[in-house]
């Protein structure tokens, strides 16, 4: 009967998934891997070494990990920005089919998550399940009200830089009261984070309260939006923290019989870039590759923890990023979009472009996957996967009924090419950019529905990069730098490709023709 209840109280959407509570008891005759997921926050794909053997920063753990299990080289993030891509790898839905058609989430901003949208914590809950989400959160929460008992921002538009009085909404709100939406909304059991790391309030999140109310405003020279602050806050100190509860995390459910699911989303490298004291001068490039090699040691951290504790080789273990880098050298915690190549090093070799660009360095970022259990070591695959197919890949591989062309509309089941298949899972593959520019990728062919980047790389004038006259074609298996337009040679190529785009738009799903 515990059970039967237990998931009576979920969305009814989540239910329907179910074909009978007999099922969902049912004992698999294989344990049930536990799921972790490392998302790093900017990280560029030719960061990591073992992606890029110019790479002037060392990632040991990277390495190591991409040794136990596979490495993917054509991974994609179902947005070049941040917030949409988080939205798609909880859910396996673009987050272009929501409100939110460009950009990320601001300040204040309610969530973005559908109180009854199926995902991936909700998902695992059916089997059982223990979830955490610990780290950076950035998919919206509802602020309480300090004048009445709902919430501030009910009523805001989310997505919208230019909405005046942004900067004074914490004004408005009381932080002493419950947070409404957040992760718990989202289906996980427990959350520690810090939300944004340079967006207010700066203090950490337990669940749905702040540990600390804020008593201050953040120093005028401190890097970050304007805002309240506890005091005694330190932006270098907030990668320790959040490894140190993820290890914990993971100590405490070994002395557990449930399987669990962490999803550790870092806040590194993203500005403030910020590595801890310990880091600093690790590197030969300054504090953007001391910030990349603290993201190694976490990831190290986790690997450890999970051995330590005799949960290694069951564990499905995701290490990949959001975005692509903008390539800032991390001078006073950020510095000018591609500073960091004067050191010699560059974060999206060999890709064009750069975080929030339509171009392969704004959405083309390392994955890797172990599970030594599963998993044959030291693979690599040239396949074509999205951060969307997390969800339809777990759910088949734990054997959960969905409806996948009406809960996780634009994600594919790449487990086969997680368990050995090198057969290709995605025909095609939707991009999308920071002002919303679209592209979509078919076979060789990648046509950009723009005339240039649609992000950061159109304001640099040192790149020598030719702006388009109408869209863009590129033959990525001739051209992979996208150096070449093909637009005007291929109308018959640029028209079937847009066609296909614009059916996947109005139908509503991209996983299902």
């Excluded at 591609?338 to 392969?360: L, Q, R, T, V």
């Excluded at 197919?389 to 090419?417: G, Q, R």
């Excluded at 790149?463 to 018959?492: C, F, K, R, W």
């Amino acid at each position: 009967m515990r059970n039967k209840i237990k998931y009576i109280l979920l969305p009814f959407s989540i239910v329907l998934l179910c074909t009978s509570c007999k099922n969902i008891n049912k004992k698999s005759k294989t344990t049930p891997p536990n799921i972790v997921i490392i998302l790093a926050d900017d990280l560029g794909y030719g960061d990591p070494q073992i992606y890029n053997s110019d790479s002037k920063i060392p990632t040991p753990n990277i390495n190591t990990l991409a040794q136990t299990g596979i490495r993917f080289t054509d991974a994609h993030t179902p947005s070049s920005v941040c917030t949409p891509t988080r939205y798609g790898l909880l859910t396996g839905q673009y987050a272009w089919r929501t409100e939110l058609k460009k950009s990320v989430l601001w300040m204040w901003d309610k969530p973005l998550i559908a109180k009854n949208k199926l995902t991936l914590p909700k998902l695992l809950k059916i089997k059982n399940y223990t979830t955490a989400c610990i780290g950076k959160w950035h998919l919206g929460w509802r602020w309480p009200s300090n004048t009445s008992n709902g919430y501030m921002n009910d009523t805001i538009s989310i997505g919208d830089y230019e909405l005046k009085g942004r900067n004074d909404l914490w004004k408005h709100i009381d932080f002493s009261k419950p947070l409404g939406g957040g992760p718990l909304e989202a289906g996980f059991d427990y959350y520690f984070g810090d939300d944004v790391p340079n967006f207010a309030p700066y203090t950490f999140f337990e669940n749905n309260t702040l540990t600390s109310i804020p008593n201050q405003l953040k120093p005028k020279d401190m890097y970050g939006g304007i805002g309240p602050m506890s005091e005694g806050w330190s932006l270098e100190n907030v990668m320790s923290e959040i490894t140190k509860r993820a290890v914990n995390y993971i100590k405490e459910q070994s002395q557990t019989k449930q399987p669990f699911f962490l999803y550790f989303a870092l806040t590194a490298p993203h500005t403030p870039i910020a590595p801890a004291s310990n880091f600093r001068g690790k590197t030969e490039i300054g504090p953007y590759g001391d910030f990349v090699h603290e993201v190694d040691w976490s990831v190290g951290q986790v690997v450890d923890a999970l051995k330590a504790s005799g949960q290694f080789n069951n564990t499905l273990l995701i290490f990949t990023s959001d975005n692509g880098s903008p390539q800032r050298d991390g001078t006073n915690m950020g510095g000018p979009i591609a500073s960091i190549k004067k050191y010699g090093h560059d974060p999206s070799k060999p890709w064009k472009g750069m975080k929030a660009d339509i171009w392969e360095g704004g959405h083309r970022v390392p994955f890797i996957a172990s599970w030594p259990k599963k998993i044959k070591a030291n693979t690599i695959s040239n396949q074509v996967i999205c951060l969307t197919d997390i969800i339809a890949s777990v759910a088949s591989i734990l054997d959960i009924p969905h409806d996948a062309e009406k809960t996780m509309e634009d994600s594919y089941d790449i487990s086969p090419l997680l368990l050995g298949t090198d057969k290709a899972v995605r025909s095609d593959i939707v991009h999308h950019s920071i002002n919303g520019t679209f592209a979509i990728r078919k076979g060789d062919w990648k046509l950009i529905l723009g005339k240039d980047s649609g992000g950061f790389s159109r304001s640099l004038k040192t790149e020598g990069i030719p702006v388009a006259t109408n869209g863009q074609l590129y033959n990525l298996t001739n051209d992979p730098s996208e150096t070449t337009n093909l637009y005007d040679q291929h109308p018959n190529i640029v028209n079937k490709l847009t066609d296909l785009l614009n059916h996947y738009k109005e139908k509503g799903n991209s996983n299902r023709n």
